[in-house]
């Protein structure tokens, strides 16, 4: 069973912070459940790439992070326990904190890659 948000009502944010506070293992794999385009072998290189680096990794692209398809540290809890103090409970604002402290490294979304970021809230984007 997953874990329970321990802030009710702060969006995402809320839900890595939880995940992050039950990990076992030092990174963790976050993935929203809205991308129905994403494929094993994209996140396989995210995790990958994690390991050979020893950090987090996020997509991005045009300097927007794609912080529900990325891999945290578990040392990443506290930055997201500070924003969730505050008001800003933005996925932006704790992955570019992440960044800032070296804990995550930007992994460019190619082109080819973009298609695999299209969600369900997407307009033009649906099962059927």
């Known amino acids: 069973m997953p874990p329970r948000d321990e802030i009710e009502g702060c ?4 839900g890595v912070h939880a995940l992050l506070g039950v990990a076992k293992h030092p990174l963790v794999l976050v993935l929203a459940v809205d991308m129905p385009m994403m494929t094993g072998g994209y996140l396989r290189g ?9 950090y987090g990794t ?5 300097g927007f992070y794609e912080g529900l398809a990325a ?3 578990r040392a990443s809890r ?6 969730l103090g505050g008001d800003d409970y933005s996925m932006q604002r704790y ?10 490294v930007p992994v460019e979304i190619s ?5 695999l970021f299209q969600n369900m809230n ?3 984007v649906g099962i059927g």
């Open 122 to 124: 997407t307009a033009g």
């Open 111 to 115: 082109e080819d890659e973009m298609r």
């Open 78 to 83: 506290g930055i997201a326990a500070g924003l």
């Open 95 to 104: 992955v570019g904190r992440c960044v800032d402290e070296k804990m995550v």
């Open 71 to 73: 891999v945290y540290p």
């Open 11 to 14: 969006g995402p944010l809320s």
């Open 58 to 62: 996020v997509p991005v692209r045009d």
């Open 46 to 54: 995210l995790i990958a790439r994690a390991f050979e680096e020893g």
